[in-house]
Nanobody, 126 residues
């Protein structure tokens, strides 16, 4: 079993930056792919980015490409999402997710991911 805990959310102004953290607990966490998703009330959970183990390689949703950067630190079992040039439409509850490599295809589908954190709220004011 793997536990995930997000942190770093908050209220920020449009055009500024915020860095989210996803701390993984469990001996297998370092072997898992990790993704970020976001969700607003009444809407489906939306893919943001994910990162592999080896490489690592990164993948991004078109809507945030060029503004967000995902990274991981295996020494601390932490995955980060650096968010720059934030827009009001980025407002959402942000979740991290994890799964073994064989479960992840494009990484864009919620069903591909096995473990989820509790979410951290990001609010961007206009």
């Amino acid at each position: 079993q793997v536990q995930l805990q997000e942190s770093g959310g908050g209220l920020v102004q449009a055009g500024t930056s915020l860095k989210l953290s996803c701390k993984g607990y469990g001996r297998t966490f370092g072997t898992l792919y990790v993704g970020w998703f976001r969700q607003t009330p009444g809407k489906e959970r939306q893919f943001v980015a994910y990162i592999t183990v080896v490489g690592p390689h990164t993948y991004y949703a078109d809507s945030i490409k060029g503004r967000f950067t995902i990274s991981r630190d295996h020494n601390t079992d932490t995955v980060y999402l650096q968010m720059d040039s934030l827009k009001p439409e980025d407002t959402a509850n942000y979740y991290c997710a994890a799964a073994p490599n064989w479960r992840v295809g494009t990484g864009e589908s919620v069903g591909e991911w096995d473990y989820w954190g509790q979410g951290t709220q990001v609010t961007v004011s206009s």
